[in-house]
Structures are given as C-alpha cells and as structure tokens.
C-alpha cells in the first residue's frame, strides 16, 4: 500500500520513521511493549539510568524471539519426524 511516515516514542525519545502501512500498528504496539517493558523495570529496579533500562528491555525481547525460534525450530523437527514415520508406514502398507 506505500510508506507513512509516523513517530515513535521510546523512553523518552521521538524516534520518526517511514513504514508500510500494513505495518503500522505492528510498530506502534512494539513501541508500547518497549515503553512498558522500561517503565517495569523502572518500577522494580533501582536502576534509573536509560541506557540500562533500554539494554534491559533489548534484552528481555531478545531471549524471546531465541527461544521462540528454538520452538519453531524443534516443532518442526517433530513434524519431519512424523512425516518420516508416515512415510515408513505408507511404504510399507503399499508394499503388500
């Protein structure tokens, strides 16, 4: 659909960027779990200094996204696993 151009807080900052519309909200609810993610840690931790805060935050999603891809990734080498079996049992019922 084209780029927009929106703006974007984080911690404190204005951060303006071109996205595809159809990203849009994407970034704008990233943005909100970003800010939220500091203001717990700002809430929870003696730490006050931005830096740490964001460090922190970049941190937390990180991990994340790691042990969503080794999710993904074991997942699909259980389906390749069933697969594989499937195709022993067809093989083997065809071969009759």
């Given at each position: 659909?084209?780029?927009?151009?929106?703006?974007?807080?984080?911690?404190d900052?204005i951060y303006?960027l071109?996205?595809n519309?159809e990203?849009?909200?994407?970034?704008r609810?990233a943005?909100?779990?970003?800010?939220e993610?500091?203001?717990?840690?700002?809430?929870?931790?003696?730490?006050?200094?931005?830096q740490?805060?964001l460090?922190?935050?970049?941190?937390h999603?990180?991990?994340?996204?790691?042990?969503?891809?080794?999710?993904v990734?074991?997942q699909d080498?259980?389906?390749?696993?069933?697969?594989?079996?499937?195709?022993?049992?067809?093989?083997g019922?065809?071969?009759k």
């Amino acid at each position: 659909m084209g780029e927009i151009s929106i703006k974007i807080t984080i911690s404190d900052r204005i951060y303006p960027l071109k996205v595809n519309t159809e990203e849009e909200e994407i970034v704008r609810r990233a943005a909100k779990m970003i800010n939220e993610r500091i203001k717990d840690y700002q809430d929870n931790y003696a730490v006050r200094d931005k830096q740490d805060l964001l460090s922190m935050a970049v941190l937390h999603y990180a991990t994340a996204v790691l042990r969503t891809e080794n999710q993904v990734q074991n997942q699909d080498t259980a389906v390749a696993d069933k697969v594989e079996e499937l195709d022993v049992l067809l093989n083997g019922f065809f071969k009759k």
